[in-house]
C-alpha cells in the first residue's frame, strides 16, 4: 500500500512513529488536529489516518471517540506504541531549575505525580514534538517539555474512508 497516512501532530510525534511503524511503506502526513487529519482522508489528501484510541494509563482519547463516529472512517487495524516518557529541557538545565513543563495533555496526566513532587507546574501543548521543539528554540533552562521516553503505553488505530 503507498500513498500518505495523516496523523496529529509534528514529525517526531508518537502519532507519527505510530505510522511508520504500522505502514512503512507510506508517507507520514502532519496536521495540526485529528479533524485535519480526518479530513485529510476525507478529501484525499491522504488515504489513511493514524488516530491515537486509547492510552494504557490514561485510559481512551476522547477526541477520538466523539470524532470517530460522526468522521465516516472505519478502523481497519491497530498498531501498540510502547511510550517511554522523559522530561526534557535545553542543555545543561537541572531540574531544580524547572518551574514549567508543556506536553500534550495526556502525557501531563501520566507524569501528574512526578511533577507534582517536583513542585513544576503543567501547561497544556498541541503535542509532544511540538513541545519538546518549543523548549529548544526558546532555550529557557526553567522550561521543560514532557516527551519520549518513563513508563507507559498506548495504541493507535489507522483509519480509512
Known sequence: MSGKIAFQGEP?????????????????MPCSTFED??????SGAARLAMLPVENSIYGRVAD???????????????????IHINLLGIPGAALSEIRTAISHMVLLGQCREFIRQNGIRSQIWTDTAASAKHVAEAGDPTLAAGGRNLRAGSNSAPHRG
Open 12 to 28: 517526531g510525534a508518537y502519532s507519527h512513529e505510530a505510522c511508520t511503524g504500522a505502514r512503512p511503506d507510506m508517507e507520514p
Open 37 to 42: 487529519a480526518v479530513d485529510a482522508v476525507r
Open 64 to 82: 477520538i471517540h466523539r470524532l470517530l463516529p460522526e468522521s465516516g472512517l472505519h478502523i481497519v487495524g491497530e498498531h501498540f506504541v510502547p
